[in-house]
């Protein structure tokens, strides 16, 4: 059939600009280089290492602190003397003390405070495995975009070829006097439009291969192409439906468990506030030592009265709380408060997938209809248009005629492209929803 020659011919103009590509990605090689590269997951990467270096610090508080201080003071005048009496000299002193000290009990805030770190570090690895999957998804979209874009160059590009070899059609009947300057000033008109139409859809694959790179991370488009893979005419639908879909994906969604993490966090705040009522309970102790000196007075060497001045000690401390101006009772209710407003979040969050999933399967059953009526359309019109083309090259049909049906091919290719892109997409995303790696 003359379209298919038609369409033969205009591969092979297409062909020289893939050939000149320096690399080709796949979809996966894609994702793991945004994954690596994209500094949004490297903030969440970062977020989780200062979340497991809280959780470190909780832990730790439960050690005994120790701590050493030195003193140098001088006194001029009345002042403390070696034998503990105060006369009128200058006098030196140099202290020496050593001191340790550990909770006892503090109301269980210790132990509550490790667990909240935990749940926060938890909550952390959640945010940044939903930025990982939001990157996937980016990605996705923006590959099969690349794809939908070059089927659209290749369907311009197509009508370049027709229009092209109907003008030296119609150049070379006019040489033999079987077409008018008109008709052949027409379909110049009509090349130069499929033309302009050929340069606006490169113009937007390359716009959408930058956008990738972007996503990406790469310093430049400059030699990135993508693996054009084979794609299904029509994807089939999940075997589960919306409903099943997201009984799954609550389940396993990070965004989900990142503000059920966040959730029972807010529960451990209430019973951080709630510590302060309790009594707290601190065992201390340490060991020093000091030196005296006081002009015009005789003093022991300085090692014997490091010696003879060594003490240690050993105490607790009781702190009970009585009345603190009402503010632990608010900063439980406040505490509370926050829980609530986390419970709002949560169900947001699950509305939210809930609606996603939906619109994904809705906009899946639709891109699929629209797919075969697409289909059908185009079949009609290539049609169509062969018969066209014959009675315009036996004279029967004017140029008019003729454009106007390469016109409805190129409409009916471009829907159909868009179809089945969008269906793919779809498909695809649902699919990730259920659970399944994104791959093309």
Partial sequence: MKFNKLYMLAMLVALPQALGAQEAWDLRKCIDHALENNLTVKSGEVSVQQSEVDLNTAKNSRLPDLAASAGQNFSFGRGLSESNTYVNTNTASTSFSLGSSVNVFNGFRTNRTIKLDALNLEAATADLEKARDDIRVQVTRAYVQILYDMEILQVAERQVSIDSVQVERLRAML????????????????????????????????????????????????????????????????????????????????????????????????????????????????????????NGYESADFWGQMKNNFSQYVGLSLNIPIFARLS???????????????????????????????????????????????????????????????RYENGKASITEF??????????????????????????????????????
């Fill in 403 to 440: 454009n106007e049906s390469k016109n409805n091919v190129m409409k009916a290719q471009s829907d159909l492209a868009q179809a089945r892109f969008e269906n793919l997409f779809q498909i695809k995303l649902l699919d990730f929803y259920a659970g399944a790696e994104i791959s093309l």
């Fill in 328 to 390: 632990t009772r608010n900063s439980i209710r406040s505490a509370a408060l926050s829980r609530t407003r986390q419970m709002i979040q949560l169900e947001s969050v699950r509305k939210s997938l809930y609606k996603e999933i939906q619109q994904a399967w809705y906009n899946a059953v639709a891109s699929g209809a629209k797919l075969s009526s697409c289909a059908g359309a185009l079949d009609s019109a290539e049609k169509s248009f062969e018969l066209m083309t014959a």
């Fill in 175 to 294: 040489e033999n006097g079987k077409a008018s300057p008109s008709e052949l000033a027409q379909q110049e008109a009509a090349l130069g439009q499929s033309r302009l139409t050929a340069t606006q859809a490169r113009n937007t694959l390359n716009l959408a291969v930058l956008d990738l790179a972007q996503l990406l991370e790469l310093p430049s488009p400059s030699g990135f192409s993508i693996v054009v893979p084979e794609i299904p005419d029509c994807q089939a639908l999940p075997g589960a439906g919306p409903e099943d879909i997201y009984a799954s994906a609550v389940a396993v969604r990070p965004a989900v468990k990142a503000e059920q993490f966040r959730l029972e966090a807010a529960d451990m705040n209430i019973r951080i506030a709630r510590s302060s009522l309790y009594p707290s309970l601190t065992l201390n102790g340490g060991i020093g030592s000091n030196f005296y000196k006081s």
